[in-house]
C-alpha cells in the first residue's frame, strides 16, 4: 500500500480475557463510524475485528490488531503470538473447532468465526507457524463498485 | 413495531436501556452460538438468547441490534447489566421459552411477508 492512510492505529489483544473480549471491535467500530464510512462496510469491518479479537482471547498470549484505512479500503491485520494453526485448510472447514469446553459454554468456539472472517471480507490472507502465531490480514472495500470496476 | 409495543406485547420485564424502547424493531435472530449471531443477524433485529455473559453486549452492539431477550426466566449477569446500561442497549427477559417468544414477536412483524408485498 503505498497511499498514506487516512488512520493507523494498532491495539493490544491479551489472551485469556473475555471480559474484555470486544473492547477493541468496539472501539474499532467508532472510529470507522467516526470517519464517516458507510454503516454496512463498518459493521463488516467490526465483525471481522470481533472474531479476531474472540480468537486471540481463546487461544493467543497477546496479539496486536491493526487497523489501517485508506482510499477505497479498510485493512485490519491481527498478529499473535500463539500456538499457531497446524493445518489452516482444516481450521477454515466450518465447524471445526479445538475450543475448550469452557469456551463453548460462553456460545463460543463453534467453528463459524474464521469463515466468518472470510465471508465477511473482500480480500483475506491468513498464514500460521506452529509455536510462534498466527496473522491474519482483512481488507474491506468501501466503496460500493465491484474489484474490476 | 417499536420495541416497547413487543415490550407490552410480550410482557417483557426490561433490564437495561429504557430509554431506548422506541427504536424500530426490523427483525428478530435466535441463536445462543455468538460466530452464528455475529454472521447472519441483521442491523434492527431482535436478538433472542439465552447467554448471559457480558460478551452478548458487545455482539449486539457491534451487530447494531435494537435489543436483547433473554429467555427462559435467565436473569442478566451482573457485569452484562453494568455493560448494558453503559453502552445503552436493552436487555429485557422473559419466562418464556426462545421457540415462544421467537413465535410471538414473529406473529406482531412478520419481517419477511412484510418485505416482500
Known amino acids: 500500500m503505498d497511499e498514506k492512510p487516512l488512520y493507523d492505529g494498532s491495539f493490544a489483544v491479551v489472551g485469556g480475557s473475555f471480559d474484555n473480549a470486544g473492547q477493541v471491535s468496539s472501539g474499532i467500530k467508532a472510529i470507522l463510524k467516526k470517519m464517516g464510512l458507510s454503516s454496512d462496510v463498518v459493521r463488516k469491518a467490526a465483525l471481522v475485528a470481533y472474531e479476531s479479537e474472540i480468537n486471540i482471547v481463546s487461544y493467543a498470549r497477546k496479539a496486536m490488531i491493526r487497523l489501517r484505512v485508506v482510499p477505497g479500503s479498510i485493512i485490519i491485520e491481527a498478529i499473535d503470538e500463539g500456538p499457531g494453526i ?33 465471508s465477511f471480507s473482500d480480500i483475506f490472507q491468513i498464514t500460521s507457524e506452529v509455536g510462534r502465531g498466527t496473522y491474519l490480514k482483512m481488507i474491506i472495500k468501501t466503496n460500493s463498485g465491484s474489484l474490476n470496476s | 413495531m417499536d420495541l416497547e409495543s413487543i415490550v407490552k406485547a ?106 416482500s408485498s
Open chain 1, 86 to 118: 497446524p493445518d489452516i485448510e482444516l481450521a477454515m472447514q466450518p465447524g471445526y473447532s479445538t475450543a475448550s469446553p469452557r469456551i463453548r459454554e460462553m456460545g463460543f468456539g463453534a467453528g463459524m468465526g474464521l469463515c466468518n472472517i472470510k
Open chain 2, 10 to 115: 410480550l410482557n417483557l420485564k426490561v433490564r437495561s436501556g429504557e430509554d431506548k424502547l422506541k427504536e424500530e424493531v426490523r427483525g428478530g435472530y435466535t441463536g445462543d452460538l455468538l460466530s452464528d449471531v455475529m454472521g447472519n443477524s441483521k442491523e434492527g433485529d431482535i436478538w433472542i438468547t439465552r447467554q448471559v455473559h457480558q460478551n452478548i453486549v458487545a455482539v449486539a452492539s457491534l451487530k447494531d441490534h435494537v435489543g436483547i431477550i433473554l429467555v427462559q426466566g435467565c436473569e442478566p449477569a451482573n457485569d452484562t447489566l453494568e455493560k448494558a446500561i453503559k453502552e445503552g442497549i436493552p436487555i429485557m427477559v422473559s419466562d418464556l421459552s426462545a421457540f415462544q417468544v421467537t413465535g410471538l414477536i414473529y406473529n406482531l412483524i412478520k419481517p419477511l411477508p412484510a418485505e
